[in-house]
C-alpha cells in the first residue's frame, strides 16, 4: 500500500518513493545514502506524535549523508485534510453523516498521541450529526470493544430505527490492527470502513502535505 500511494504521488507530478523504520527494503537510512547529493522532502505516514514520529524518524534523518539537504515536513499528522478521506470511507460503506462512528487508533502509551486524535475526533464530530468516538484497539484508553458494544444492534430498543454504527480503522493502511478492529465490529453487528489509503481524497491530502 505505501507503494502504491508513493506511485500516485509520483503520478501527480511530485517524484516520491517510499522507505521504512523496520520490516521491508529500502530503510530510510538506505534511501537517504543512495540519494548521495541533492534535496530531498519528507514525510513520516504516522497519525499522531507518538515514539516513532517524534523520536525514531528525526534521528533516522539526522543521519542523512552531509550531502543530501533534508526538508523534513514531520509526520502526516491530523487536521483538516483528512476529513474527506473518512468522509468518504463512512459513504462507501453506506452510512450517512448520521451514523455514530468509532475512530479505532492503533493505541499508544503517550499522552500527547491519544490528545491529537482526540481533537481531531472532536474537530471531525462537529461536522457530522452522529456521535464521534474514538477507542484504542490496544494500549491504554476506551478499548474498541467497550466502545462497539453499546452500539450493538443487540443494545437498540426494539421498535427504534437507528442508522448502524460504523468503526472506521485510523490507520493509514491495511494491516493487523485494522484486521482486529474489523473482527470487532464484525462481532457487534457494526459496520467497518477500510483504511485511509484506501480512501481516493487521501492521495490529495498527501499531495497538499508534500507540495506546501
Do not use: N
Not at 66 to 88: F, H, N
Not at 141 to 166: K, M, Q, T, W, Y
Not at 189 to 208: K, N, Q, S
Amino acid at each position: 500500500m505505501m507503494r502504491t500511494l508513493a506511485g500516485l504521488v509520483d503520478d501527480r507530478g511530485l517524484p516520491c518513493s517510499a522507505a521504512y523504520l523496520e520490516h521491508d527494503d529500502p530503510t530510510v537510512g538506505a534511501a537517504l545514502e543512495a540519494l548521495a547529493t541533492g534535496h530531498v522532502v519528507t514525510l513520516g505516514m504516522l497519525l499522531a506524535p507518538g515514539y516513532h514520529a517524534t523520536v525514531d524518524v528525526p534521528r533516522l534523518l539526522m543521519q542523512a549523508p552531509p550531502t543530501v539537504l533534508v526538508d523534513d515536513r514531520g509526520p502526516l499528522g491530523t487536521g483538516p485534510w483528512l476529513v474527506p478521506s473518512l468522509d468518504w470511507l463512512v459513504a462507501d460503506v453506506g452510512a450517512g453523516p448520521d451514523a455514530p462512528v468509532i475512530v479505532a487508533t492503533a493505541g499508544s502509551t503517550r499522552a500527547d498521541a491519544r490528545l491529537a486524535i482526540a481533537q481531531f475526533a472532536s474537530e471531525w464530530g462537529r461536522t457530522r450529526t452522529g456521535a464521534v468516538t474514538v477507542a484504542a484497539t490496544t494500549g491504554p484508553g476506551l478499548s474498541l470493544e467497550d466502545a462497539a458494544a453499546p452500539l450493538s444492534h443487540a443494545h437498540v430498543p426494539l421498535g427504534v430505527r437507528a442508522a448502524p454504527a460504523v468503526v472506521v480503522p485510523f490507520m493509514i493502511a491495511p494491516g493487523v490492527l485494522a484486521d482486529r478492529a474489523a473482527k470487532v465490529a464484525q462481532h457487534h453487528g457494526l459496520l467497518t470502513t477500510g483504511t485511509l489509503a484506501e480512501a481516493p481524497p487521501f492521495v490529495d491530502a498527501l499531495v497538499a502535505r508534500l507540495a506546501c
